[in-house]
Antibody
């Protein structure tokens, strides 16, 4: 059974940093693109970033470029999102997803507030 | 960025009746490999999104056959042949052809 389990969310002050993790199981992690999608409270979905196999290609939505870094550790079957210079508008549930969204985790809530 | 426009945004439906959601993109979603990366997702209250349909019309594993997708180019449709109580939630289309991948605003399906 495919499982994606996010962790690392929490309350952080504006300008602060957080590192999200996604532990994958039930499939050969190294052979799939992975991505992060966020959903602000009561709002729609926004695809934040993706990383291809071997990290060969990475892309970010403009609103997080230069502040967020997506990475993967295939030996640990894990996906990461390093988030720096956080802003109030980054407050959202962050979901880990495989490829173009065939599987999703349960999400982890990031709240940016003073 | 490609803008995905869904309609309607709210869809009250009688149990057992059909429902249809439209999704239009601001540009063609045909990728260089010939595929059209248009997907549909269901998000039930309090749950993570779940993909129902990929590449316009392919149902994901375990998705009931009352869900179907159609369309081409810039116009796409999700149809539910007979709405059941468990279909309540918000439905999103996603284009995965042009980066950034973008979702429609969402269509809230509720039972009348």
């Amino acid at each position: 059974e495919v499982q994606l389990v996010e962790s690392g969310g929490g309350l952080v002050q504006p300008g602060g940093s957080l590192r999200l993790s996604c532990a994958a199981s039930g499939f050969t992690f190294s052979t799939y693109w992975m991505g992060w999608v966020r959903q602000a409270p009561g709002k729609g979905l926004e695809w934040v970033a993706y990383i291809k196999i071997d990290g060969s290609d990475i892309n970010y939505v403009d609103s997080v470029k230069g502040r967020f870094t997506i990475s993967r550790d295939d030996a640990k079957n894990s996906l990461y999102l390093q988030m720096n210079s956080l802003r109030a508008e980054d407050t959202a549930i962050y979901y880990c997803a495989r490829a173009r969204g065939v599987y999703w985790g349960q999400g982890t809530l990031v709240t940016v507030s003073s | 960025d490609v803008v995905m426009t869904q309609s309607p945004l709210s869809l009250p439906v009688t149990l057992g009746q059909p429902a249809s959601i439209s999704c239009r993109s601001s540009q063609s979603l045909v990728y260089s490999d010939g595929y059209t990366y248009l997907s549909w997702f269901q998000q039930r209250p309090g749950q993570s999104p779940r993909r129902l349909i990929y590449r316009i019309s392919n149902r994901d594993s375990g998705v009931p056959d009352r869900f179907s997708g159609s369309g081409s180019g810039t116009d796409f449709t999700l149809e539910i042949s007979r709405v059941e109580a468990e279909d309540v939630g918000v439905y999103y289309c996603l284009q995965g052809t042009h980066w950034p991948w973008t979702f429609g605003q969402g269509t809230k399906v509720e039972i009348k």
